[in-house]
């Protein structure tokens, strides 16, 4: 675990993401002891969670916020979300461009 004030090695932006065996939020927050030893060796080895540690550590939610409730995405909007990230990063770049674009349209330009 990173301590306050601990500087940070720079990382390539390409990889710096959260990958699908990082733990989440809620368990970096909440870490039992059991499970500090398991998630200190992944904080040690992924630069994105020792990040989030520090972000956390430093401003953490108020105390009512925990525990955090994840609702499940409708099964349209999680096929949706699955088709575009499946895409060439390319691809969702144009897409969002073109999100950008309709929201600057107003009801005069319709």
């Not at 699908?20 to 002891?33: A, D, F, I, V, Y």
């Not at 953490?60 to 499946?86: I, K, S, T, W």
């Not at 390319?90 to 969002?96: G, H, I, L, V």
């Amino acid at each position: 675990m990173r301590l306050q004030g601990a500087s940070m090695r720079s990382s390539r932006t390409a990889g710096f993401r959260k990958l699908r065996t990082c733990p989440q939020s809620e368990t970096l927050l909440t870490q039992s002891r059991g499970a500090r030893t398991s998630i200190a060796a992944h904080l040690a080895s992924c630069e994105f969670c020792g990040a989030e540690m520090q972000l956390l550590s430093r401003f953490p939610p108020p105390p009512l916020a925990l525990p955090f409730v994840a609702f499940p995405l409708p099964a349209g909007l999680r096929r949706l979300a699955q088709d575009l990230l499946a895409q060439p990063s390319q691809n969702r770049a144009r897409f969002a461009e073109s999100i950008l674009e309709i929201e600057r349209l107003t009801l005069t330009d319709a």
